[in-house]
């Protein structure tokens, strides 16, 4: 058996696709992002051949911060537990050394042992766990559209009183005041980046951050991709009920069909805020797992 890691080709679409499919049937994203990852100049989005046909992939991400973000790691069921996850593994090492980066993450379901068992073989350990909560949108296009969207549509008051920072410093400022209380992590499409002034900086630069001056709320609201799927509520100080007209509005602008947060299960009053205003709960955690080099 020949196994070769080989960046990812344009034509590898339609096979990176079907191994996706294969790997993680519940959790397809490929589809939306294949372009984006293959064209990554920072990253590197690699596939795995074996005897001339791929049956894996895997994509390490560079983040704002500089470290680096391990993802979209699947194998065809067929041919898992023979090396292949390891093999990206090593990549993701040599890649990091002639990068220069010294942080490595990567996220899996709290009950992927093998997942985690994998990361922990070359030397991730856990940084934190995360819960998922989800809004539909009342108004936004798409298959979400359930009860609750109308509840919230019909409670909420404005979103009068929040403004754009644009500002680094003041953004670095409100995010890092949160880090503690986050855990750490902002997370975006399952993409957990450590809370720093490097992704304020980034998140400022992209309009995500908004602040109410007069109240001391503040939100971020973004989307890595698939901005027609969801908006993501990364971190929030605050009543949710302040910014959530907000968070509604700019979702329908972009056609999302809900909203979702992550964040970590100790802070309860963060959940008990999300689920009193209708957000519902992820069947089950995540967790973020990390190594320095
Ligand atoms: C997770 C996944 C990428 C691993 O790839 P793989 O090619 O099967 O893994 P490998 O054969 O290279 O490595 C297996 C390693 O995983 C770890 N592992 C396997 N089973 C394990 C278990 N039950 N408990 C703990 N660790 C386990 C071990 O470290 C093992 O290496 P070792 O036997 O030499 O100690 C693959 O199984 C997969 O695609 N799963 C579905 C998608 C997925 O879960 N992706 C991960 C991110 S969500």
Known sequence: MQIVLRPARPEDRARVIEVEAGATPN???????????ASDP????????????????GKLTVVPDGSAWLEALRVMPAYQGLGIGKRFYERFFELARLKGITTMRMYTGLRNVVSKGLAER???????????????????????????????SRTVPTAAGFRQVRDAGRATDLLMSLKERWAGFL????TFYEVTPALSAWLAGRGAVYENPSTGSFVTLDARF?????????????????????????????GAARLQCMFPPTAEDVQAALQA???MLEPSDCIVMEVRI
């Open 42 to 57: 920072q990253g590197e989005f690699g596939v795995v051949e074996v005897d001339g046909t791929v049956v894996a992939c």
């Open 226 to 254: 698939m901005p027609e799927q969801s908006l993501h509520i990364g971190v929030f100080n605050g009543p949710v009920e302040e910014w959530l007209p907000l968070a509604v509005e700019k979702a329908a602008a972009q």
């Open 187 to 190: 997370v975006m499409n399952r």
């Open 277 to 279: 205003c209708g957000f």
């Open 122 to 152: 070359f030397g991730f350990h856990l940084a934190a766990t995360y819960r998922g909560a989800y809004l539909p949108v009342a108004g936004a296009p798409g298959p979400q559209q359930t009860a609750p969207a109308t509840t919230v």
């Open 27 to 37: 959790l397809q994203y490929l589809p939306k992002v294949f372009d984006m990852f």
